[in-house]
């Protein structure tokens, strides 16, 4: 079992920058990327990044250039900045761990942080 913990969430103002953290806790041995997803009131689960462990980074187009995505020095744990925050970024972000075992992927998910873009 793995499980994720996000915190960094907040209100901010449109313009503002906020920063994610990821900590993933349990057996990650077989861990094959991590992700931050978003979900808006009414709207569906969206990808906000990815990144595996090769260190390839995928960014949805809404947030490129604005949004960063990165590692920390632990392998369990990830970091989102974001920068330029629109009220189209209100969200609750979830954290998301993907493991493999031979014939199977495993997802886990974070409890989700709330993060308010409002003047």
């Known amino acids: 079992q793995v499980q994720p913990v996000e915190s960094g969430g907040g209100l901010v103002q449109p313009g503002g920058s906020l920063r994610l953290s990821c900590v993933a806790s349990g057996d990650i041995s077989r861990l094959t990327a991590m992700g931050w997803y978003r979900q808006a009131p009414g709207k569906e689960r969206e990808l906000v990044a990815t990144?595996?462990?090769?260190?390839?980074?995928n960014y949805a187009d809404s947030v490129k250039g604005r949004f960063t995505m990165s590692r920390g020095n632990a392998k369990n744990t990830v970091y989102l900045q974001m920068n330029s925050l629109e009220p189209e970024d209100t969200a609750v972000y979830y954290c998301?761990?993907?493991?493999?075992?031979?014939?199977?992927?495993?997802?886990?998910w974070g409890q989700g942080t709330q993060v308010t873009v409002s003047s």
């Open positions: 990144t595996t462990g090769r260190g390839s980074t």
């Open positions: 998301n761990v993907r493991t493999s075992g031979t014939y199977t992927v495993y997802d886990y």
